[in-house]
């Protein structure tokens, strides 16, 4: 089992900055993709990025290229995701989640494990 807690969200303006964070604890040597997913009031949860926990591929969705960073600390098992040029289009309940299969990139669904979101609200 894997065990994954998200910190660091908040408020904050348009244009603004922040870093949400993912503790991972457990089998953690067992992960192999670490993703973001981000969801919105009346909608789907959407993928944000991912990261490969050894090697530290990284993949975005279009719609955060370029704004979000994601890398992970392997000696601390956390990962990060740095949200620059913030908009209240990315207000959501981040998400990160972990899995298991060896998979480069999975789908929603090919995440075994997911933390229990932490909240992101931009204004305008």
């Known amino acids: 089992q894997v065990q994954l807690v998200e910190s660091g969200g908040g408020l904050v303006q348009a244009g603004g900055s922040l870093r949400l964070s993912c503790a991972a604890s457990g089998r953690t040597f067992s992960m192999y993709v670490m993703g973001w997913f981000r969801q919105a009031p009346g909608k789907e949860r959407a993928f944000v990025g991912a990261?490969?926990?050894?090697?530290?591929?990284?993949f975005y969705a279009d719609s955060v290229k370029g704004r979000f960073t994601i890398s992970r600390d392997n000696a601390k098992n956390t990962v990060y995701l740095q949200m620059n040029t913030l908009n209240p289009e990315d207000t959501a309940v981040y998400y990160c989640?972990?899995?298991?299969?060896?998979?480069?990139?999975?789908?929603?669904?090919?995440?075994?494990?997911w933390g229990q979101g932490t909240q992101v609200t931009v204004s305008s």
């Open positions: 989640a972990a899995t298991t299969r060896r998979l480069w990139l999975p789908s929603l669904n090919e995440y075994h494990y």
């Open positions: 990261i490969t926990w050894s090697g530290g591929t990284t």
